[in-house]
């Protein structure tokens, strides 16, 4: 027993991959996707305070940054595969929870598990803090597949990424920070003069028309 090994398994995550199976120009780890959320959740909980929202910001950052470290134990699921039926996917969160669980009772003094359980569990809910955490997973699984689009991959996959992750992106937009970012970001990244966005701009324009809310 000991943390040691927690620590050792941070260095893990960076060996994880994540979309495996699929030919990519540019892999993305476990780790720097935890990275990349925490940093882009950050953006989203700035813009709701800014604007009058009661952020708890220890919650926020505790459930970015450990949102994906049970992927340590089950390693990363493809999100068409991961989302294609609701009890796949509650079976998926069981075995992650499951497996999770048997490690900090392994490797964690008992004074630090339960404080642990907490942060390692599914923290995506209808909270601010967890609603936060669902854009921001969602926003860099689009900037991953918009990077393979723009540098040419012929995957498919990625469109149909790219798709998922806006729509669901979008079913946020009653808060102000996903606002923002539909509004300024998006329209930055569909704007910029590019042949191979021209997919992805037709993608966006047909997702943002179908949303009742406009």
């Known amino acids: 027993m000991g943390l040691h090994k927690y620590f050792q398994s941070l260095s893990d995550l960076e060996g994880i991959y994540r979309c ?3 030919f990519k120009y540019q892999e993305h780890s476990v ?14 909980a700035t813009v709701e305070a800014r604007n009058g929202k009661d952020v ?7 459930r970015a940054i450990n949102h994906d470290y049970s992927e340590l ?5 493809k999100t068409p595969v991961k989302y294609a039926l609701p009890k796949l996917r509650e079976l998926f969160s ?7 669980k048997e490690f900090l009772d392994k490797e964690f003094p008992l004074e630090f598990r339960k404080t642990y359980e907490e942060r390692f569990k ?6 601010l803090e967890g609603k936060i955490l669902s854009v921001a997973d969602k926003i860099d699984l689009l900037y991953e ?4 689009i723009q540098k040419g991959n012929p995957e498919s996959l990625f469109f149909q990424i790219y798709r998922e992750a806006l729509a669901s992106i979008i079913k946020f937009r009653d808060m102000v920070s996903v606002q923002y970012f539909i509004d300024v970001i998006l329209k930055e990244m569909i704007d910029e003069e ?18 009742p809310a406009r």
Do not use: R
């Open 20 to 22: 495996p199976g699929v």
């Open 31 to 44: 780790a720097s996707h935890s990275f990349k959320v925490a940093t882009i959740a950050q953006f989203l």
């Open 56 to 62: 708890d910001w220890k919650t926020m950052y505790e």
């Open 73 to 77: 134990f089950t390693g990363d699921i």
């Open 94 to 100: 069981q075995v992650e929870g499951s497996m999770t």
């Open 122 to 127: 599914e923290g995506k809910d209808g909270s």
């Open 145 to 148: 597949a918009y990077g393979e």
């Open 194 to 211: 590019t042949i191979s966005q021209t997919k992805i701009k037709e993608i966006t324009k047909q997702l943002l028309e179908a949303d």
